[in-house]
């Protein structure tokens, strides 16, 4: 694929988001964040780097020059933690057990998979759900199981792989942005 032929479906793909959910997810994770809720955030390979690539926006991001601060977590980040997991107790529990240590009952958790089927993904929502976070899905191809399974779903409908990571970027960009955004005029946002 050529980089016309790539740009092409990239921008077709994108008019196919739903924005109602994107803005949803933003006014969520604004709301949290503003109550001093954690955004907790995971996925596999090019979904983990997206995840702590948020986490750096979240953090860093929107509290530079403002006193707006965010306890945003990767649980993708952790070597250390995730290979203990995985060794002792298996890799598909490498998130469920780390929301399971963290003991949250409120704040957002924020899944990214391409393919929305990986186990780990889906038992770490399982256990989100089940303690009491809000979770959103980020998915892309047919948004596998988890598009079905979290609170809110921002589906990419391509298949993708490179895409529908652009995709989840821009999408955890604008919101970011947004959040400063919201932060600046505060007075004038009803949650």
């Known amino acids: 694929?050529?980089?016309?032929?790539?740009?092409?479906?990239?921008?077709?793909?994108?008019?196919?988001?739903?924005?109602?959910?994107?803005?949803?997810?933003?006014?969520?994770?604004?709301?949290?964040?503003?109550?001093q809720n954690p955004i907790i955030l995971f996925g596999n390979g090019g979904s983990a780097s997206i995840a702590n690539h948020w986490v750096t926006d979240l953090s860093k991001g929107i509290s530079e020059d403002t006193n707006f601060k965010c306890k945003a977590y990767s649980l993708s980040s952790n070597y250390s933690l995730i290979t203990a997991i995985a060794n002792d107790i298996g890799y598909e529990y490498v998130y469920?057990?780390?929301?399971?240590?963290?003991?949250?009952?409120?704040?957002?958790?924020?899944?990214?998979?391409?393919?929305?089927?990986?186990?780990?993904?889906?038992?770490?929502?399982?256990?989100?759900?089940?303690?009491?976070?809000?979770?959103?899905g980020l998915t892309g191809f047919t948004g596998g199981k988890v598009k079905d399974l979290v609170d809110l779903s921002i589906h990419v409908p391509c298949n993708n792989y490179g895409?529908?990571?652009?995709?989840?970027?821009?999408?955890?960009?604008?919101?970011?942005?947004n959040i400063r955004s919201l932060y600046s005029n505060k007075n004038d946002i009803k949650l």
């Open 1 to 35: 694929m050529n980089f016309y032929e790539y740009k092409t479906l990239l921008v077709n793909t994108l008019q196919k988001l739903n924005i109602h959910n994107i803005n949803v997810a933003n006014l969520s994770i604004y709301k949290n964040i503003v109550q």
């Open 96 to 136: 469920e057990k780390q929301l399971e240590y963290l003991q949250c009952n409120e704040g957002v958790a924020i899944a990214i998979s391409s393919s929305g089927n990986s186990e780990n993904i889906i038992k770490g929502v399982e256990k989100a759900k089940e303690l009491g976070l809000f979770t959103i």
């Open 163 to 177: 895409v529908v990571e652009d995709i989840h970027m821009m999408v955890l960009h604008s919101i970011s942005q």
